[in-house]
């Protein structure tokens, strides 16, 4: 699958076309950018300070980049895509790498047919050395509503969609989890229910049983051990939650 000229047309936008080398936005050094966002990291040509291009030269070396993003979208992703939503795609990989988005939630989402869910893992990338950046917002706007089938968005300045975002973060970590902790408490307090619900009968039996059975397979103890091991899962599936989503 190739990029459409729609696809590519957003990426032109968000790159803007430079015949001269250019510091990145962000650090004001490496990775210096020629043509329409092309780094060493991309391939050939490496690119230095003083290095300059023709407009035609820019114009292959893009179209030589695309080969490598779309290679990767196609790769990554295991589902079939409308043309839209490959080239919001190959625009994310242009801009934040093939790398980041192998690891991402975005990835999993699309994998997984969440479609819907798309839109709301491309604005999560849009801060650059921890701050939000005005140009990777619109440019995330763009894709998503690319991804959408509405068309490539508001207009922008030039370079301001160039910047490569950081890695989203979780917005809390387990161990500050209300809802992590919560569910280690709730299930402590089942436990506790339970083996109180279960002592009038218990009682009965308990003599019989644990002669057949030894004091620690009496039902309070059973009971008591599934229902922490239940509270263990609950937890272990919040935590696992929260990794995916600073994925």
Known sequence: MRTSKEGIDLIKEFESLELSAYPDPATGGEPWTIGYGHTSMA????VFKGLRVTATE???ILQRDL???????????KV???QNQFDALVSFAFNCGVDALKKSTLLKRVNANAFDAV???????????????????????????LWRGLGA???????????APDKPTPSKSMAKSTEGNASIIIGAAAAGAAIKEAKPAIQDA?????????AFGTPAVLIAIAVMLLAAYVWYRRKQRLDEEGA
């Open 80 to 82: 079939p895509l409308t």
């Open 67 to 77: 080969t490598k993003y779309e290679g990767g979208v196609e790769r990554l992703v």
């Open 206 to 214: 308990a003599d019989a049983y644990a002669a057949a059975t030894g």
């Open 153 to 163: 968005g508001e207009p922008v300045a030039p370079k301001e969609g160039r910047i």
């Open 43 to 46: 391939g050939p040509p490496k």
């Open 119 to 145: 839109p709301a893992e491309l604005m999560k990338w849009t801060k650059a050395n921890g701050k939000e950046m005005k140009g990777l917002v619109r440019r995330r706007r763009a894709e998503a509503a």
């Open 58 to 60: 820019a114009e292959y």
